[in-house]
């Protein structure tokens, strides 16, 4: 199949808050909407997109913590295993949360279960940013989003750009229905 044409899914439409359900066919299907999830978070400049940002309900996500070719990595069915490490501070953004930044604390490794694309189980170890970027990712998966992780302070401060996302999507919707 050839690579599907996305578009970003953006706070705070429902499918970001919900839980999203395993893939269960490892078929030609599933390389299409990965191959355009991987397209999407390119052409976004992003380090992860996960199913529930492009409007999918499927426990999916890309990601390439460097930028470089070979650091690319699709994890599907995901599961982390254990959490291990300092809990580490660092400004995390979203891709559905456009010009939004945060401090989220989180711990500093983690182990992940996933199936690549083929179909393949893997086990491994992850440590700092690419850590991060899975945790991050997982948390969609979850329907936990960025603004659940933020502090008290910063959702303050973002109040008027979340309230803002808020009232984009609603002039959205009105106008998609007319
Ligand atoms: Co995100």
Request: proline share 5%; with cysteine; glycine share 8%.
């Amino acid at each position: 199949m050839d690579e599907l044409q996305y578009d970003l899914t953006v706070y705070p439409t429902p499918v970001l808050r919900q839980v999203a359900e395993p893939v269960d066919a490892f078929d030609e299907e599933l390389k299409g909407i990965v191959k355009g999830m991987l397209a999407l978070m390119h052409q976004s400049e992003g380090v992860g997109l996960a199913g529930p940002q492009v409007g999918l309900k499927r426990r999916i996500f890309v990601m390439n913590a460097t930028g470089k070719p070979e650091d690319e990595i699709t994890m599907i069915n995901p599961r982390i295993l254990e959490k291990q490490g300092e809990a580490t501070v660092f400004e995390e953004g979203c891709l559905s949360f456009p010009g939004i930044y945060a401090e989220v604390e989180r711990p500093d490794s983690c182990t992940v279960e996933y199936w690549t694309v083929a179909g393949e189980r893997r086990e491994e170890g992850f440590t700092g940013f690419p850590s991060r970027v899975i945790q991050h990712e997982y948390d969609h998966l979850e329907g936990v989003l960025l603004v659940d992780r933020m502090s008290r302070a910063d959702k303050l401060r973002h109040k008027n750009a979340l309230a803002e996302l808020v009232e984009d999507y609603r002039n959205k919707k009105a106008k998609a229905v007319k």
